[in-house]
Each structure stands twice: as structure tokens, then as C-alpha cells.
């Protein structure tokens, strides 16, 4: 991962400590398993040091071309959302719930481009289609309706008929 996703945190003084970055289509690069490879967001961390804890504070806005699921068509879409993670120290690493980490006391440092790359993917819906069908590619729509157009199969027929009391 780029060094600039990187956090010494054992130099940082007590108190909130701000950070800004952008997120583009290079960083996308780092990652085998995304449905995008393009993106532009801008991703604002406040890192509050306490003695035996962090609070990290993730807010993240932007746009993330997708592939849209109805036509294969690309779209945009826009992603926003906050985050929170506690970081605590203690003999081994651990996850105790999807806000609370233990890091060991040995480590100085903490990789949070990967903690913005899984907030990303959070933020990503379900279903990803133009919010229109009109929006979406003719061609594709056309061949779509014509496999839509296949009759129905007999077998299922008599299943129509059962009513449940």
C-alpha cells in the first residue's frame, strides 16, 4: 500500500490529529477484488490520541463508476458516509467488533488504506443500475426483453392452482 495511507501514531501528541486524502483511480489499483477500478472521493480521518486508545473518525463523498447491472453499462455513482473505529493496544492483534480493534503495544504504525477501501465498498448499494431504464443501453434492454418473451414452463402450471388457507 502507498506509504501515504500510513499513520506513525506513536510520535503523535495527545489530542486530534487531521487528516485529508484523495482517492482516484490509482488507488483502486491496489486492490484484486473490486467491482470498479475508477473512483474519485475525498476522504477526511480526524485520529483523536487519548493515553491507551485512538478515535478515528472517517468521513468519505465522491463518485464511483460502476457497471450498471440491467444493461452492463457504466454509471456513477455517488457514495457518502461516516465511520468510526477505536483502536485500542493490548498483546496481540484482535478484532473484537467491526468499531473496536487491538493493535500490540509493539506497533507504531497503522495502515488505514485499507480501512477506507472496506468503508468504500460499505458504501456501495446493492443494486447498481440507472435510475432510469430509459438511461440504459437500448441494445441491451432489446435483447433482454426478447429472452423475457420465452414461454413459461408447463411444470410449474399446476402450482398456480394450489391455494394456501
Request: zero cysteines; proline letters at 6%.
Given at each position: 500500500m502507498n506509504e501515504e495511507f500510513i499513520i506513525p501514531f506513536k510520535g503523535l501528541s495527545i489530542g486530534s490529529h487531521p487528516y485529508d486524502y484523495k482517492i482516484d483511480n490509482q488507488f483502486f489499483e491496489n486492490f484484486e477484488y473490486f467491482e470498479s477500478e475508477k473512483g474519485?472521493?475525498?476522504v477526511h480521518l480526524d485520529l483523536v490520541k487519548e493515553a491507551k486508545l485512538m478515535d478515528l473518525h472517517f468521513h468519505l463523498?465522491?463518485?464511483?463508476?460502476m457497471q450498471c447491472d440491467r444493461c452492463l453499462g457504466q454509471i456513477s455513482t455517488p457514495v457518502e458516509g461516516n465511520f468510526r473505529l477505536v483502536v485500542k493496544f493490548g498483546d496481540h492483534f484482535e478484532e473484537e467488533s467491526d468499531e473496536v480493534v487491538v493493535l500490540p503495544t509493539t506497533e507504531n504504525r497503522l495502515d488505514v488504506g485499507q480501512l477506507i477501501f472496506e468503508y468504500i465498498?460499505?458504501?456501495l448499494p446493492l443494486q447498481k443500475a440507472h435510475a432510469n431504464i430509459e438511461d440504459c443501453?437500448?441494445?441491451m434492454i432489446k435483447k433482454l426483453e426478447m429472452h423475457?418473451?420465452?414461454e413459461a414452463d408447463s411444470r410449474w402450471d399446476a402450482l398456480k392452482n394450489i391455494k394456501l388457507k
Open positions: 474519485n472521493l475525498d463523498k465522491g463518485m464511483i463508476e465498498n460499505l458504501l443501453d437500448p441494445e423475457k418473451k420465452e
